[in-house]
């Protein structure tokens, strides 16, 4: 089951939230919410964002203003990320409203080669982030991600195949544009500009409909032609092109008319211009499932819809959750974190103890097994003093004593006096009671003499010798009572198998 996140866009003008999950290529909308700011301070509009949402159990990604950051372009001879956030302040120092000190700074690259890199540094008062997190706080919101509104719809668009490598993304909220610049698939300008200065045409959203009402109707024109020109002056400067296809996002730039006005207004810069919306027609490769009971506001949610998938994604962006402002795990995180590794640290020190003793176990019988050896060489080469490899040194002796056997034609015999003891050891039971005394070999087989406890066990030699195949056959030759120590002396005769 995917886990429930939240992702949030707080504007000036107006804060749009979802809570929803994402299986595969499909997000499900779980809770929606649009809470009209109109010049209320920020814990109020939260507040009742609180009451519209489920919070209980979510991840949360905030997306804020774009204004409230500030924005630099910079190409340096370096691509290592750990070399450009060292070097960035310095870099910045001289190009910024504020001391450096007091400014919060993360990079995008937006294009690297071996030896140079192209970045965007934004940058957020570090004081005015502290405010916002702590007002969040205060209110059981504490983000995992905190970036700067409509960057999210611009990197959908960049992910999304089959759509022009070269794009203007304008995201109009009632009083401010957010411009952003995609060049060969890359964001390569982000921008903020002014849009409806003095509410010379004052858009408002209706808080029942949310539809947008323009008090003076007769100014739209003229406010539209000032964001133009801007947009012009800023692209002029940087990028020379005359095919741009133009991306609208905002609650304006969602505002029927819109489109109309900027391809337009834009003339030959404008190659194509459309809604910039996430939606569950299948136009985008990926897709979202409103919530079938309520009203899907389209256009004002598309910026916190690509938040979610930005984080779903894992879309390289900016995160000014960093530094002194890095997120701080909770004691339930902590415990959770520990009631998962304690057992697991529990199991690698058991399996540990028990590699160890098995360990110790084998190579005290692996030293027993060598005792062993070397007690059974000791006992069959005693004028042997040096013992290196014992196994070894048995080898050379055997294969020294079968050269010592050897017939004129330097062939073995077809067996020799080893073969012959070891058939006598395997085929005499070792349960009998039983002592050889002599052991005599000549042409016609072999005598063997001793002692034992019963004539019973003088048969049970006979019949076992019988088994062996190269004894021909096994006769007992003698087996009488020796009055002195009560045992039965023997003798028996072997013939040897070809003899």
């Not at 107006?14 to 209320?40: K, L, S």
């Not at 301070?41 to 991840?59: H, M, N, W």
């Not at 794009?167 to 409806?196: K, P, S, Y």
């Not at 070792?430 to 002592?435: G, H, M, N, Q, T």
Request: aromatic fraction near 6%.
């Amino acid at each position: 089951m995917s886990s429930k996140s939240i992702a949030i866009d707080i504007t000036h003008d107006v804060i749009t939230a979802i809570a929803y999950t994402v299986d595969a290529r499909v997000m499900q909308i779980a809770g929606q919410a649009v809470v009209i700011v109109a010049g209320r301070p920020l814990e109020e509009a939260v507040a009742e964002l609180r009451q519209k949402i489920d919070f209980q159990g979510a991840s949360c990604h905030i997306a804020l203003e774009a204004d409230s950051f500030f924005y630099r372009n910079l190409a340096l001879p370096f691509t290592d990320s750990k070399t450009i956030n060292k070097i960035l302040p310095l870099e910045l120092e001289e190009n910024t409203p504020v001391k450096i000190d007091g400014l919060l700074i993360d990079s995008l690259i937006t294009r690297d080669d071996t030896q140079k890199s192209q970045i965007i540094a934004a940058m957020i008062d570090r004081e005015l982030l502290a405010k916002q997190l702590a007002t969040l706080q205060a209110l059981g919101i504490d983000p995992e991600t905190v970036t700067v509104s409509a960057l999210p719809t611009a990197l959908r668009l960049a992910h999304t195949p089959g759509l022009p490598s070269d794009m203007l993304l304008l995201d109009i909220d009632l009083q401010r544009a957010t411009l952003i610049l995609v060049h060969a698939g890359h964001i390569t300008l982000i921008r903020t500009l002014v849009f409806d200065s003095g509410l010379q045409s004052g858009f408002q959203i209706d808080q029942e409909s949310l539809a947008i009402k323009v008090f003076r109707p007769e100014n739209i024109e003229s406010t539209f032609q000032a964001l133009l020109t801007a947009i012009q002056q800023t692209l002029q400067s940087i990028f020379h092109t005359h095919e741009l296809a133009v991306y609208l996002s905002g609650p304006i730039g969602s505002m029927a008319g819109t489109a109309e006005r900027i391809q337009t207004g834009l003339g030959d810069l404008c190659q194509s211009c459309n809604l910039a919306e996430a939606d569950s027609s299948g136009q985008f490769e990926l897709q979202f499932v409103p919530p079938i009971d309520e009203k899907w506001p389209s256009g004002i949610m598309d910026d916190c819809v690509n938040l979610g998938w930005q984080i779903t994604k894992n879309w390289k962006s900016f995160n000014f959750r960093k530094e002194a402002f890095a997120t701080k795990k909770s004691f339930s995180d902590r415990a959770l974190a520990i009631a998962i590794t304690l057992p697991l640290i529990s199991a690698a020190l058991l399996a540990m103890i028990y590699l160890w003793v098995d360990y110790r176990s084998l190579l005290k019988e692996q030293n027993d097994l060598n005792a062993q050896i070397r007690a059974v060489f000791t006992e069959t080469l005693p004028e042997v003093t040096r013992i290196v490899d014992p196994i070894q040194q048995l080898q050379v002796k055997i294969r020294e004593t079968r050269q010592g056997a050897m017939g004129k034609d330097s062939a073995l015999p077809a067996i020799t006096i080893l073969d012959i003891l070891a058939e006598i050891s395997v085929n005499i039971p070792e349960s009998l009671d039983v002592r050889l005394a002599r052991f005599v070999v000549d042409d016609s087989g072999l005598r063997l003499k001793g002692t034992t406890d019963t004539f019973n066990t003088v048969d049970a030699i006979k019949k076992g010798l019988e088994q062996s195949p190269a004894f021909n056959s096994v006769e007992i030759s003698a087996a009488n009572l020796d009055p002195k120590s009560s045992k039965i002396r023997f003798e028996l005769k072997l013939t040897m198998r070809g003899a």
